[in-house]
Structures are given as structure tokens and as C-alpha cells.
């Protein structure tokens, strides 16, 4: 690939007028851009909502799956390809409400995947009722009340989940979140992104004003340092109580950058290439399971002794 690509698709994107997610599939066609990825190598999934339109939106291999369940079709991607770079697109309705047990586990696992979390604070494919990120005691204009639950916090949850790159961005801040995603790409693990996504139809208390008379940059303070250095236990929780610190700001001022980063953990496909030598030369996409005339290589018989002795080493 000498010249960059748009990665911008002739699919007309139907959301509503000022919505936040056009600066979000801008900013991502500007980093996969910019970090020159080739297409036929790069999936973007999704779930259900409209931030889960975007694969639609992306010159590059797209799953639009089911509600909620966009992670575990890219953990089992990316497990079967490790070569592939995934992106995974969801809104804070999809990743954090029905989604939310996938969410954890990718932190956990550490794959080294990218999750872009559209966070409006309210489901808007289905006409604006409260999200897991609206907090308790706010009526939205489609409420018929307060919300009356406690709101997850996604940075927090995100860093007691294990992601080993947690970021905050904006999606009117088209180069900010740019850069944010290009190193949550390069990142070597769990990465994950909260962006704060204006939905200007149904939420009416979040708006691009409420954002625009409070946020600022994490790295604009010359003391800020994010990254795990010496992989010291003392210096992760450091780190980790600055950053969850950090993410309960929220009323005057807004941080958005990184929060935290730690480059020292092992990957899952690491930890899988270690349990079981041979995936780490031949990942199942790398696999043939048929000869060219499509008759299988081995027998049912074969077959099921290979997947017992895999499920034995796995476990």
C-alpha cells in the first residue's frame, strides 16, 4: 500500500444530523489512515445500536453482530487470526448493559484488541431511555422520570477489569481521538476508549455546550504520566489510584486522554501459544481442515481424540 487510504465506504451513514458518532468514524478512518493498515487485514465488529452502524461506515472487513455480544465475536476473531487487527465499536447501552459480563472478560484475557465505546448515556436506536452510563437523578427530555439507578463508570470499570490501555475521548475532538486510537491500536493488549458522544436527539442534558465549557486534556498537565514504567507492584498501583482518581472527576471539569497504560502484560494469545506450542505457528484460520477436493483430512473418529486432548490441555 504506497498511498493511504480513505477507508470511507459509498454507504450512505443514516445517522441523525450533528450526531457524535460522525466525528468518531471520521476520527478512525484518519488513524487506520495514518497507521497505513491493510484493509483485507483489519475487522471492525459491532453489536446492536446505532453506534454498531459504523463497520457499515469502514473500508475494511465488517461483523455487525448481535446485542451485546461484539467482544466475543472479536475474542473468538481474533484467537482464530492473531494477525488481524480488531476494532470493536459499541454503544454504553450494548458494552456495559447486556454486554457488559464480554466486556469484563476482554480485560481479563488481555487480547490484544481495541474497544471504542460510544457513550451517549442513553439508548438512542430506541428513543433515549437511560443507559448504564446516565447517572442516578437525571431525566433526559424522553424520560418519563429521574433515573433512578447508580451510573457504571466506564474508565473506572474498565481499569478494574484489566484493560492494559484505558483512554477517555471526545468526539468532536476529531484529531485528539484520533491519536488516542492509533495508540490504542499499537498498544500490545486490551485497549479501550470512552468516548463521550453528544446524541443531540434524545439527550438533552449532555450536549455539545456541557462539554465544551468543561472538558480538558489529561497530557496539558506536564506531570501526568499514565504508563507503567518498571512493572513494579508499587508503581501499578500508583498508577491505578491515579487513574481511578482521576476517572471520578466529573461536574466543572472533565479529563479526556489516557488514564493508564501498561505495556508489561502477557497477551492471551501469548498465554494460549504457551499452554499449546502450536498455536503460535498455526492458528486455526492458518489451519487446513480439508483436502482440495473438500473431503475432510481426518476421520470422526480422529477428530473427536483431537478435540478431547485440546480440551484437556486448554483446561
Request: net charge neutral.
Amino acid at each position: 500500500m504506497a498511498s493511504r487510504l480513505s477507508y470511507k465506504t459509498d454507504v450512505w451513514i443514516d445517522w441523525c444530523p450533528g450526531c457524535g458518532d460522525f466525528g468518531i468514524v471520521a476520527a478512525m478512518q484518519k488513524a487506520f489512515s495514518e497507521l497505513n493498515l491493510d484493509p483485507s487485514k483489519l475487522v471492525v465488529v459491532s453489536g446492536i445500536g446505532c453506534s454498531s452502524k459504523t463497520p457499515h461506515f469502514i473500508y475494511a472487513n465488517g461483523v455487525h453482530t448481535i446485542h451485546g455480544r461484539g467482544i466475543a465475536y472479536a475474542m473468538g476473531i481474533k484467537l482464530a487470526n492473531p494477525e488481524l487487527t480488531v476494532i470493536v465499536n459499541g454503544g454504553d447501552g450494548d458494552l456495559l448493559g447486556i454486554g457488559v459480563a464480554h466486556f469484563v472478560a476482554l480485560g481479563r484475557r488481555n487480547l490484544d484488541i481495541t474497544v471504542i465505546l460510544h457513550n451517549n448515556q442513553v439508548y438512542g436506536l430506541t428513543k433515549g431511555q437511560a443507559s448504564p452510563t446516565l447517572r442516578k437523578g437525571e431525566k433526559t427530555k424522553s424520560l418519563p422520570a429521574p433515573n433512578i439507578q447508580d451510573a457504571v463508570n466506564p474508565v473506572a470499570l474498565a481499569i478494574a477489569s484489566g484493560y492494559t490501555f484505558v483512554a477517555r475521548g471526545y468526539a468532536l475532538w476529531v484529531d485528539h481521538l484520533k491519536e488516542l486510537i492509533k495508540q490504542a491500536i499499537k498498544h500490545r493488549g486490551s485497549a479501550f476508549i470512552d468516548v463521550l458522544q453528544p446524541c443531540v436527539t434524545y439527550n438533552d442534558i449532555y450536549t455539545v455546550d456541557f462539554y465544551k465549557e468543561r472538558l480538558y486534556k489529561l497530557e496539558d498537565d506536564p506531570n501526568w504520566d499514565p504508563v507503567v514504567h518498571e512493572n513494579t507492584l508499587d508503581e501499578i498501583e500508583e498508577k491505578v489510584s491515579r487513574a481511578w482518581a482521576k476517572s471520578l472527576e466529573w461536574g466543572s471539569r472533565i479529563p479526556v486522554g489516557v488514564f493508564y497504560v501498561n505495556p508489561h502484560v502477557d497477551t492471551f494469545e501469548e498465554r494460549i501459544a504457551k499452554r499449546i506450542p502450536l498455536y503460535s505457528l498455526k492458528p486455526p484460520a492458518k489451519q487446513r481442515i480439508t483436502k482440495e477436493n473438500g473431503e475432510p483430512l481426518i476421520g470422526l473418529d480422529e477428530f473427536k481424540k483431537l478435540f478431547k486432548d485440546y480440551i484437556i490441555q486448554v483446561v
